[in-house]
């Protein structure tokens, strides 16, 4: 609940500062969080949650960028990619590629993987150890790169 309260606080201090960018980001912030939390019945949000939500926000935001930019957009594509920069400072933070290998290659030697046939019991079981703690992408190109 600590990263739901620190946006709560700095979307007062933006507020008062003025600071549109971060205010119109924060608002979006916490009314995902918000949705979030009352579509469950008797859900307590967890931190965990809150992540998802952010991460959720920050690859919606990468997708616009990625599209304004095709588009010649490059106004819109900078502001997308400072709203990415902000949201990403309320992530924990990630795991490098070493420290991916690593997990993955434990876990290749964990359930004695042989080859690429087990690419999808491996991946199921590296995302789980790793949930929220690195990027999906990263670990299947990790993954992919032991298995040859």
Known sequence: MATYQKIIDDLKNSMLAKDELKTSTLRMAKAEIMKVEKSGVDVEISEDMINQVIKKMVKQRIDS????????????????????????????????????????????????????????KLMGMVMGKLKGKADGTLVKKVVESELE
């Not at 960028?65 to 490059?74: D, H, I, L, V, Y």
């Not at 990415?84 to 434990?106: A, D, F, G, Q």
């Open 65 to 120: 960028a990625e599209q304004f930019k095709q588009g010649g957009r490059n106004e819109l594509a900078e502001k997308e990619e400072r709203e990415i920069e902000l949201l990403k400072t309320y992530l924990p933070e990630e795991m490098s590629e070493e420290e991916v290998k690593e997990v993955v290659r434990n876990t290749i030697t964990e359930l004695n993987i042989s080859g690429k046939s087990e690419m999808g």
